[in-house]
């Protein structure tokens, strides 16, 4: 399947970009009253609180200026006989006193206490309804997968990040165990052994390696990888690491590739099909992806409440294709692509600038910032922009 422009020209994303921009209208609409709830639980708390602080503060003032009151009448009369009676107040007032000042703190508290309840509640509303678009909605961004083996099977971490976002899954995979077999097929490696009948020499024998267990595998957008390998017994391991364009072989901690003997029978035509491999790997075997993290220029964007600035970060990779569509598009009013199969055959699809315009309206100021970054509302003009994608 290639997805096009209406004049023929590739758009700069192969997916369904009107599906994508669908998702995302869906989760906007849907998130940002989200964050806005928690705004206007804080905003509402903030008060409460200043409110109770402010009557702690007018009562410790007050008691204050009593003492200097008192204290000052005592010293003016200069007799004894007052002591007493003048302590006896200043003792029933700060009782009274103190009594009410734990009662408002105990509030204030009370308020503290529950409104971080009531935050998190709203903070993983928001985390789900992101958790399915984050994955594979945001174009252009960089990506690090990481995957390990331990006693509960295979589990592992995928972060991305793009202009300032970054977002962080937890991955769950179909296989208990990872054997390099079914992650990259046939693997050997060269090392040195013993061999011989009558003498024992110094010979590079190929070990096969498809049996070995996958210990630990990175990944990035770049192509970078690094793998860990080890046999069942756990008293053999091996490291891969390097890109398309060179890779380096360890056995334990000695370089294989660095060997002038060993390292010609290193098959680096193979190796460098890896990255590949484990992009299919990934592709079929994540069971399950659960957004743990969203960041904005490193800070939480969830708890900071900057998920809007997050969802403008993506319009604006959104932005790009939607104008585009528009200036490449014969209506102007509609954003259009073209798929076309792989027999030549071509369909479209579309959806109209008041479809778009109308759910981000209807959730207010910020939607309709949206709508404006994604080219769709009245005041925005159709020009040539240059792609923000990689």
């Given at each position: 399947m290639k997805y096009i422009y209406q004049d023929s020209t590739e758009l700069p994303v192969q997916r369904d970009f009107i599906e994508?921009?669908?998702?995302?209208?869906?989760?906007?609409?849907?998130?940002?009253?989200?964050?806005?709830?928690?705004?206007?639980?804080?905003?509402?708390?903030?008060?409460?609180?200043?409110?109770?602080?402010?009557?702690?503060?007018?009562?410790?003032?007050f008691e204050e200026k009593l003492n200097l009151l008192i204290k000052g009448l005592v010293n003016e009369v200069d007799i004894d006989d007052v002591v007493p009676c003048a302590n006896a107040i200043l003792q029933t007032c700060s009782e009274n006193f103190g009594k009410k000042r734990e009662v408002l703190e105990a509030e204030c508290r009370k308020i503290e206490n529950g409104t971080a309840h009531e935050y998190r509640k709203f903070e993983s509303r928001i985390l789900e309804v992101l958790n399915r678009f984050l994955i594979s909605g945001i174009y252009g961004a960089e990506k690090r997968f990481e995957l390990s083996r331990g006693v509960?099977?295979?589990?592992?971490?995928?972060?991305?990040?793009?202009?300032?976002?970054?977002?962080?899954?937890?991955?769950?995979?179909?296989?208990?165990?990872?054997?390099?077999?079914?992650?990259?097929?046939?693997?050997?490696?060269?090392n040195w052994t013993r061999a011989g009948i009558l003498r024992k020499e110094e010979k590079i024998k190929m070990q096969d390696l498809s049996e070995f267990l996958v210990s630990f595998l990175e990944y990035d957008s770049q192509k970078n990888i690094c793998l860990i390998l080890e046999n069942k017994k756990a008293n053999r391991k091996f490291r891969i690491e390097g890109s398309e364009l060179k890779y380096f072989v360890y056995d334990a901690d000695k370089e294989i590739t660095a060997d002038k003997e060993l390292g010609v029978?290193?098959?680096?035509?193979?190796?460098?099909?890896?990255?590949?491999?484990?992009q299919a790997y990934l592709r079929t075997n994540i069971r399950t992806y659960i957004l743990s993290k969203v960041l904005l220029?490193?800070?939480?964007?969830?708890?900071?409440?900057?998920i809007f600035d997050c969802l403008k970060v993506i319009a604006e990779q959104y932005g790009v294709i939607s104008q585009e569509c528009l200036a490449k598009g014969h209506n102007k009013e509609e954003i259009t692509i073209k798929l076309e199969e792989t027999d030549g055959k071509r369909s479209e699809k579309y959806l109209s600038r008041a479809e778009i315009y109308a759910p981000l309206a209807e959730v207010g100021s910020e939607g309709i910032e949206i709508a404006g970054i994604l080219g769709v509302d009245s005041r925005t003009q159709i020009k040539d922009r240059k792609y923000l994608i990689v």
């Open positions: 994508d921009l669908k998702t995302f209208l869906d989760i906007t609409s849907r998130v940002i009253p989200l964050e806005n709830s928690i705004l206007e639980i804080k905003c509402k708390n903030k008060e409460a609180i200043y409110e109770l602080k402010s009557r702690i503060h007018g009562i410790n003032n509960n099977g295979v589990s592992g971490k995928m972060e991305g990040s793009v202009s300032g976002l970054q977002y962080c899954y937890t991955l769950g995979f179909v296989e208990e165990s990872m054997t390099v077999d079914k992650l990259i097929g046939n693997l050997s490696l060269p029978f290193v098959d680096m035509t193979n190796l460098a099909k890896i990255p590949e491999k484990v220029d490193e800070e939480d964007a969830v708890s900071t409440n900057q």
